[in-house]
């Protein structure tokens, strides 16, 4: 509690421009927390449901049974369910149509990730406004006599290294949360391309065993 309190009173000495800076960070922690929780529940595969795609003989209606079991909102379940509502298709029809609901899930996974990227350039630029500010308040301080209130000065100089610090801190937070959602993009958008691709694989396997049943008979 004491050490929360000293934080406090540490950032009160950074001056106006702290505020702007908390919002910053805020903002930063809304988005990260949101896509932590968006990657945890909607954009996970169960391992039994990864196997089951791997396998090439697998039934259509054990899949439809395993996606139905992650709920509507699974980007997963989204990307399979085209795939699966288009497979009697021909499979340029089917990787067009899954191509295309691939970028949508891109731009729903990437939602937000602005903003990350807006806090790490501006944290820093704010943090060097308030320390301009803050050099700004200890040369006035400093009259035609010299120095007139060396505690006033020695604030001055305080707003500008805590402005300063607070932003380079705000900015590398937002830096690894941005980064680390991006490899955990990248990641789920390069399974979805390669399971996709097993499912084609599997429609083109289905198409070529009908096709030679019709020549047997």
Same mark, same amino acid.
């Given at each position: 509690?004491?050490?929360?309190?000293?934080?406090?009173?540490?950032?009160?000495?950074?001056?106006?421009?702290?505020?702007?800076?908390?919002?910053?960070?805020?903002?930063?922690?809304?988005?990260?927390?949101?896509?932590?929780?968006?990657?945890?529940?909607?954009?996970?595969?169960?391992?039994?449901?990864?196997?089951?795609?791997?396998?090439?003989?697998?039934?259509?209606?054990?899949?439809?049974?395993?996606?139905?079991?992650?709920?509507?909102?699974?980007?997963?379940?989204?990307?399979?369910?085209?795939?699966?509502?288009?497979?009697?298709?021909?499979?340029?029809?089917?990787?067009?149509?899954?191509?295309?609901?691939?970028?949508?899930?891109?731009?729903?996974?990437?939602?937000?990730?602005?903003?990350?990227?807006?806090?790490? +350039? &501006?944290?820093? =630029? #704010?943090?060097? /406004?308030?320390?301009? !500010? @803050?050099?700004?308040?200890?040369?006035? $301080?400093?009259?035609?006599?010299?120095?007139?209130?060396?505690?006033?000065?020695?604030?001055?100089?305080?707003?500008?290294?805590?402005? +300063? &610090?607070?932003? =380079? #801190?705000?900015? /590398?937070?937002?830096? !690894? @949360?941005?980064?680390?959602?991006?490899? $955990?993009?990248?990641?789920?958008?390069?399974?979805?391309?390669?399971?996709?691709?097993?499912?084609?694989?599997?429609?083109?396997?289905? +198409?070529?065993?009908?096709?030679?049943?019709?020549?047997?008979?």
């Amino acid at each position: 509690m004491h050490d929360l309190q000293a934080a406090i009173e540490v950032l009160k000495q950074g001056g106006a421009i702290i505020y702007p800076l908390l919002a910053l960070a805020l903002a930063a922690l809304v988005v990260m927390l949101d896509k932590a929780i968006v990657y945890r529940r909607h954009a996970r595969l169960p391992e039994s449901l990864r196997q089951l795609v791997e396998t090439y003989d697998f039934r259509w209606e054990d899949l439809d049974r395993g996606i139905a079991d992650q709920g509507p909102r699974n980007y997963f379940g989204r990307f399979f369910q085209v795939i699966m509502g288009n497979r009697t298709k021909p499979a340029w029809w089917v990787e067009s149509r899954a191509g295309d609901e691939a970028q949508q899930i891109e731009k729903s996974l990437g939602r937000g990730m602005w903003v990350l990227d807006t806090v790490i +350039t &501006a944290a820093p =630029l #704010l943090g060097l /406004l308030g320390t301009i !500010f @803050g050099m700004m308040q200890s040369f006035k $301080l400093i009259g035609p006599a010299g120095l007139v209130n060396p505690g006033g000065v020695t604030a001055g100089v305080a707003e500008a290294l805590i402005a +300063t &610090a607070v932003g =380079l #801190l705000i900015a /590398l937070v937002a830096l !690894f @949360g941005f980064n680390y959602l991006s490899r $955990l993009q990248a990641q789920t958008l390069d399974e979805m391309e390669r399971l996709g691709t097993r499912l084609v694989d599997h429609i083109r396997l289905d +198409t070529q065993e009908a096709g030679a049943g019709h020549e047997a008979a």
